[in-house]
């Protein structure tokens, strides 16, 4: 009769575990649920591995993260033999000496450094793809405003500010949400909240942000963010070995929020580019500014996963100083008065 073993069971998914009975078929593992089902996992298909020679043993089923089991009870180890791998204490100090000398150095200059010259070949239709699954992820139940004078309006200003030899072709969809954001992806996909639109005080001040957010797709700066994730996520998969679960947790979420959150030398960069749009484009660069201080005035307002302009006191000063430099500029109307009031109610239904 095989033998029954309680074990815990993590699926690779959530950091907590569940309560399984395990018996051992010659090699091979069947895993018995709480609620009735069960599960075999043959002997060439998982890993066997114990750190630690009184800690638990522990089976690894598929990629990385892995599900896996522990089991506590040392007879259950009897029946694998030589299958167990483990690391000499040797080998553990060279790994922990070796974690503590070149992580940082990694996480801090290798990584991002490498990120942002690989993500200059990624192919615009990846990045499309890639954009475009973070909305569904992220927004999944938006309403997109599309009012029948709203929306050629809107069509005017993104024409405005696109750069003629632009490889992006710019989706720029209003949300119907007071939230006073607009957030971009990659592949040119730009969201814009109607909170934004009632707080602005005219389409120049709104081309500021508009064309901010342009200069993070056109300077790709979403998928660099994911490229330095995925880059992270690699060394920290390689290093906690011992301790799967818990880098799970941490990562958790982590590669599709990063897109949004970008580091101050991004957001500067953004800034002084979107200088250049508004130049290229005949917009009043000085309506950025008042524009830049709505987004602060509303910033508490907004949920941490769309605190995408963090730092604006900084930002608004280093913007001040760009913009005295280039004192002399051309500026024309971006729209007229009743486009931009269209534009404003794009969100409104006309009976």
Known sequence: MPQVFKARFFDGRTATHQNVDVHLQRQDVKIEFEDGTS??????????LQDRSQGPLRLEYGAFPPEILEVEDPKFSEGFGNKISGKSPLKLWGLALLTVLLVP?????????ASGLVAKFVPVSIEKQLGQYV??????ERKICESTAGKPALEKLVSRLTPADSTYEFQVEVIDSTLVNAIAFPGGSILIFRGLLEKSP??????GVLAHEMQHVLQRHGTENLLNQAALFGVFKLLTVEENAIAETLFAGVQVLSLLKY???????????????????????????????VLQNNSSSLPDVLLSHPDMSFRLQKLKELIELEADYESKPVLSAKSWKDLQ???????
């Open 39 to 48: 599960r075999i996992w043959e002997n060439e298909k998982f890993r066997v």
């Open 135 to 140: 909305i569904n992820e992220l927004f999944a």
């Open 263 to 293: 580091t101050r030398a991004l957001e500067l960069e953004a800034d002084s580019s979107a200088l250049q749009l508004l130049s290229q484009a005949e917009i009043n660069p000085e309506e950025m500014l008042t524009m830049f201080k």
């Open 345 to 351: 109610n794009i969100c409104q239904i006309v009976n």
């Open 202 to 207: 005219s389409a120049e001040a709104l081309s």
């Open 105 to 113: 150095a990694t996480i801090y200059w290798a990584l991002p450094l």
